[in-house]
Nanobody, 121 residues
């Protein structure tokens, strides 16, 4: 079993900052990549940022220059530092991890429960 637990969401004024955390636990051999996705009302879930085990990162255009993804491999934890928040960043943010549960296992996607981020104008 693999579980992802997110924390750090909440309500913040435009221009403010939040830091999201995602801790993975359970039967983990390795985590190939971790990422953050978000889903706003009436919109499809979209990629926010991803980070590989080698710390390569990729960001969606709306958050480039404002958000930073990082990870602590020893803790199986990913972070998303969100600065200069805008009302359009309001969404449920989901953590994703591509997890190998054993040495001969392929990587499977696991998802957290989501955490609400609300940015007021």
């Amino acid at each position: 079993q693999v579980q992802l637990v997110e924390s750090g969401g909440g309500l913040v004024q435009a221009g403010g900052s939040l830091r999201l955390s995602c801790a993975a636990s359970g039967s983990i051999f390795s985590i190939n990549a971790m990422g953050w996705y978000r889903q706003a009302p009436g919109k499809q879930r979209e990629l926010v940022a991803v980070i590989t085990s080698g710390s390569n990162t990729n960001y969606s255009d709306p958050v480039k220059g404002r958000f930073t993804i990082s990870r602590d491999n020893a803790k199986n934890t990913a972070y998303l530092q969100m600065n200069s928040l805008k009302p359009e960043d309001t969404a449920v943010y989901y953590c994703n991890a591509k997890v190998r549960r054993g040495i001969w296992d392929q990587a499977y996607d696991y998802w957290g429960q989501g955490t609400q981020v609300t940015v007021s104008s």
